[in-house]
């Protein structure tokens, strides 16, 4: 079942004279996980910045699932799954005590919530440590509490932004799986913000940022077959040469 998570069209943003985005177009659907590529610079933060509507964009259109983030904006939102680029974790509670602040903006009770927090939290081997202060964490297992937090209200699409920088490589291979295997067994869809190229799996849908336009967008298998280049890694350099990443 393929169904359209996300949908940008004709995104253009600019910070006063500097331009960010430049007509950006692209969809992200149900079931996949999306990469979104591009060295630093190259807009990711800022078009999370739009989809969440930490600010907003004159030019082009965003839907969630159909809904118009402007004019319907809290089905649209209520949709929405965020991990940021900054960790957004309050240090001196539990783990439990912050998702269920996260959970109570949402409108789930408490024993709802409760039970919402174990699943999620087991599904990331969390679950025992979820007594503990935020600020006792590894970075690692910050980023696992703040990956099960965004998915307390069974959002439709995942928001990303380099989940993995700054983590050593078991923790970031644990986050990049966990991702993989929330995709294929619930549906759901992710957008991942990266400029990390082996973060990238064999079935990725890819699109290729670079100076706020979109390079390329497809399957990654797609991509490599049309360009007859031989790996993402060589598409990152055929697509964004020039920059200083
Ligand atoms: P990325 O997340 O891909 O590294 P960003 O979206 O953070 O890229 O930045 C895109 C461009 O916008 C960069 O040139 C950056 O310097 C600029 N930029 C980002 N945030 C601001 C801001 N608050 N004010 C002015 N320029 C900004
Ligand atoms: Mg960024």
Redo the contacts with the bound molecule.
């Keep these: 079942m393929t169904e359209i998570a996300l949908a940008v069209e004709n995104l253009s943003f600019a910070?006063?004279a500097?331009k960010?985005l430049d007509a950006v177009s692209f969809k992200v659907q149900s079931g996949e996980c999306t990469i979104l590529l591009?060295?630093?610079?190259?807009?990711?933060?800022?078009?999370?910045?739009l989809i969440t509507r930490l600010y907003d964009a004159r030019e082009g259109r965003i839907e969630l699932c159909g809904f118009d983030i402007k004019k319907q904006s809290l089905q649209a939102l209520a949709r929405l799954g965020v991990v940021f680029?900054q960790t957004t974790l309050d240090p001196d509670l539990s783990v439990t005590q912050n998702l269920r602040y996260h959970a109570a903006l949402h409108g789930i009770g408490r024993k709802a919530a409760d039970k919402r927090i174990q699943e999620e939290l087991e599904r990331l081997a969390m679950f025992e440590r979820r007594g503990e202060k935020v600020r006792q964490l590894n970075g690692g297992h910050k980023r696992r509490v703040e990956i099960a937090r965004a998915l307390l209200h069974r959002p439709s699409l995942l928001l990303l932004?380099?989940p993995t920088v700054g983590l050593d490589m078991p923790s970031r291979q644990a986050i990049v799986s966990h991702v993989h295997d929330l995709v294929s067994q619930q549906n759901l869809a992710v957008l991942w913000?990266t400029?990390l190229i082996d973060e990238i799996a064999a079935d990725d849908s890819l699109i290729v940022?670079h100076k706020?336009q979109v390079k390329a967008s497809g399957k990654l298998s797609e991509i490599l077959h049309t360009t007859g280049w031989a790996d993402p890694g060589q598409v990152f350099q055929k697509l964004t040469q020039g920059s200083q990443a």
């Design positions: 910070y006063g500097k960010a591009g060295p630093n610079g190259a807009g990711k933060s800022t078009l999370f910045s680029q932004d380099e913000a400029h940022l706020g």
